[in-house]
Each structure stands twice: as structure tokens, then as C-alpha cells.
Nanobody, 115 residues
Framework: QVQLVESGGGLVQPGGSLRLSCAAS????????MGWYRQAPGKQRELVAA???????NYADSVKGRFTISRDNAKKTVYLQMNSLKPEDTADYYC?????????WGQGTQVTVSS
């Protein structure tokens, strides 16, 4: 069983930045395409960014040019650098495989963008 632990969320003003981290408990992580997901109040969870084991990335149109996903396989960690944050980015953020496994959902980390 792999555990994924998200951290780095918080309250930030519009236009600000945050860096989220997702730490995996097992080295097998390095073979997975990983994704960052978010779920805003009253909305479905959506995939916002993904990264392959080799470092190729994909982004949802809503975050393209503002968010950057990266990974450090040695540290078993995937990151999400979020810049130019908007109020509509407010959500709980989670990491999981690009085809998510229900047992791997963690507690998430809350991001609130507000003045």
C-alpha cells in the first residue's frame, strides 16, 4: 500500500504563489505518471497537471502557463508550483496516479486564494 501525503497549501492573495508537495511512501512511485488534482466546493475533482516518469508534463487549460508540475524521484516527491493564483484556484489539492487509485487518495492540502 502506497501512501501519498500532500502539503504546502494555505491562504494567499490573488496573484500570489504557492508550492505544493506530495510525498510518496514507496520507491515504486518513480515508475508512475503522477497527477495533481483539485476539488473546489460543490464541484467534481479535476486533474490539473500530470507528469510522466521521464518528466513530460500536461496541464489543464485553466492552469496552463501558471502552474508547473515537477518531480524528484530520489525524494519520492512531486511538486506543483502555482503562480499568478486566482480566486477560482481555491480548492483542496490532491495527488494520485494519472489513473487514480481510490485507496491512494490522501487528506489533500487546502488552497484558498482571497484578498
Amino acid at each position: 500500500q502506497v501512501q501519498l501525503v500532500e502539503s504546502g497549501g494555505g491562504l494567499v492573495q490573488p496573484g500570489g504563489s504557492l508550492r505544493l508537495s506530495c510525498a510518496a511512501s514507496a520507491s515504486i512511485f518513480r515508475f508512475w505518471t503522477m497527477g495533481w488534482y483539485r476539488q473546489a466546493p460543490g464541484k467534481q475533482r479535476e486533474l490539473v497537471a500530470a507528469i510522466t516518469p521521464g518528466g513530460s508534463t500536461n496541464y489543464a487549460d485553466s492552469v496552463k502557463g501558471r502552474f508547473t508540475i515537477s518531480r524528484d524521484n530520489a525524494k519520492k516527491t512531486v511538486y506543483l508550483q502555482m503562480n499568478s493564483l486566482k480566486p477560482e484556484d481555491t480548492a483542496d489539492y490532491y495527488c494520485n496516479k494519472d489513473h487514480p487509485i481510490s485507496d491512494y487518495w490522501g487528506q489533500g492540502t487546502q488552497v484558498t486564494v482571497s484578498s
